[in-house]
């Protein structure tokens, strides 16, 4: 984000068979990269960061076929300052 460069999101079908969840012994076996298009960082802000973490997760559910993760919902008449977002609990990294 501080860089202003865009992410560039890799998905890697199959990896589990070529390493299993635990597993420390590699496979041979195929998988399939699949490169998304550029998500552009330039305008994020720290303010926001969840909501794009949230965004970038839900490119990859969709490519996966997961569920998407939607945004908390908002009290009536709450400000965006008024909701304090909390991590996505099954993100692995920060972006």
């Known amino acids: 984000m501080q860089a202003g460069v865009p992410i560039v999101p890799i998905v890697i079908h199959n990896s ?3 390493a299993p969840k635990g597993d420390f012994v590699f496979r041979p076996a195929t998988v399939e990269v699949e490169v998304l298009p550029p998500v552009d960082t ?3 802000r720290v303010e ?14 969709r490519v996966l076929g997961q569920p998407e993760e939607h945004p908390p919902a ?14 996505l ?7």
Do not use: C, L, Y
Not at 76 to 85: F, K, L, S, V
Not at 89 to 95: I, K, L, Q, V
């Open 74 to 87: 908002a009290k009536p008449g709450a400000t965006r300052e008024d909701r304090q977002e909390r991590p």
């Open 16 to 18: 589990g068979d070529v």
């Open 42 to 44: 330039s305008r994020w």
């Open 48 to 61: 926001t960061i969840d909501e794009h973490v949230r965004e970038v997760r839900n490119m990859f559910a």
């Open 89 to 95: 609990a099954n993100a692995r990294t920060r972006t």
